[in-house]
C-alpha cells in the first residue's frame, strides 16, 4: 500500500528529526507471570522476530516513508507468521528494511507486542490516553486519534484480522478545535493482511492499537486495550 505525499514539506521537515530514545526498539512489558515480549531486529531485507510462542502466529506491520522521485510515498507492509517450534519467525521483504519505518510485531498467543526501527533512525513513543481511545456512549473505545499531520492507525484483534488507515487531518472532518489531530472512528478502518471481516465498531480487550505520525518527530504508539 502507497500513499504520495509532496517532498516540500514532510521531507524537509523529516531532515530535522532528532532522537529522543537511546534505543531503537522498545516493546511492551510483560506482566508477572506472563510471556516475555517479542523482539524485532533487522538483516538487510528480512525482519526477525525472536521471544514468540514456539508454534504460534505473529502479525508483522511496518510503516515507511520511502522515496519514489520528486515524491515520498508511506508504504505499508503487514502479514501474519507462523513459528515452527523454534521461538522466531522472519520475513524478507521486497528490498532492504527502509531506514525510515518503525515495525511492529504482536504475538497472537501471548498478547505481547513490541516496536523497533531501523539504525540511522530515530523515532519517539508515546503513550496513549483518553484524547487518543475516544469513548462513545456504550463506554467503549470507538474512535481513534493522534496529534499530526497524518497518522497511520492500525487494530489488530488476535483471532479475528487487522485493519489499517492512513489519514490527514484535512480529510478526517475534525472540529474546529482539533485542527491538526487525524483522527477516524474505528469502523472506518481497512482490512489488511488478508482480514475479510469488516472492522468492528469499537475495541474490546486484548485488542492491539498501532499508531504512527511521520513529522518533525517521528512518532509511534502500540497499546494493549485492558
Avoid at 521483504?93 to 527502509?98: A, C, G, N, R
Avoid at 519505518?101 to 530515530?122: E, H, R
Avoid at 483518553?130 to 497518522?151: F, H, Q
Amino acid at each position: 500500500m502507497r500513499i504520495g505525499l509532496g517532498r516540500t514539506g514532510l521531507t524537509a521537515v523529516l531532515g530535522m528529526v532528532v532522537a529522543l530514545l537511546s534505543s531503537a526498539s522498545a516493546a511492551l512489558a510483560a506482566p508477572p507471570g506472563s510471556s516475555a515480549p517479542p523482539v524485532i531486529t533487522f538483516n538487510g531485507s528480512v525482519v526477525q522476530i525472536a521471544s514468540v510462542t514456539p508454534k504460534g502466529t505473529v502479525f508483522v506491520y511496518g510503516i515507511a516513508m520511502e522515496p519514489t522521485g520528486w515524491m515520498n510515498a508511506i508504504v505499508r507492509r503487514a502479514t501474519y507468521l507462523t513459528d515452527s517450534g523454534g521461538g522466531a519467525v522472519s520475513w524478507t521483504i521486497d528490498k532492504p528494511v527502509p531506514v525510515r519505518s518503525v515495525w511492529f510485531a504482536v504475538d497472537l498467543t501471548s498478547g505481547m507486542a513490541a516496536t523497533a526501527y531501523p539504525d540511522g533512525f530515530s523515532a519517539a513513543s508515546l503513550s496513549l490516553g483518553d484524547a487518543n481511545l475516544r469513548k462513545g456512549l456504550s463506554g467503549d473505545i470507538e474512535e481513534l486519534a493522534m496529534s499530526g499531520y497524518a497518522v497511520d492507525f492500525a487494530v489488530v484483534r488476535p483471532g479475528r484480522g487487522a485493519w489499517a488507515r492512513y489519514v490527514h487531518w484535512d480529510a478526517s472532518n475534525e472540529l474546529p478545535n482539533e485542527r491538526g489531530t487525524p483522527h477516524l472512528k474505528v469502523l472506518d478502518l481497512l482490512p489488511v493482511a488478508g482480514t475479510k471481516d469488516s472492522p468492528p465498531p469499537a475495541m474490546k480487550p486484548g485488542d492491539v492499537v498501532l499508531m504512527t505520525t511521520f513529522a518533525m518527530t517521528t512518532r509511534y504508539a502500540i497499546t494493549v486495550v485492558k
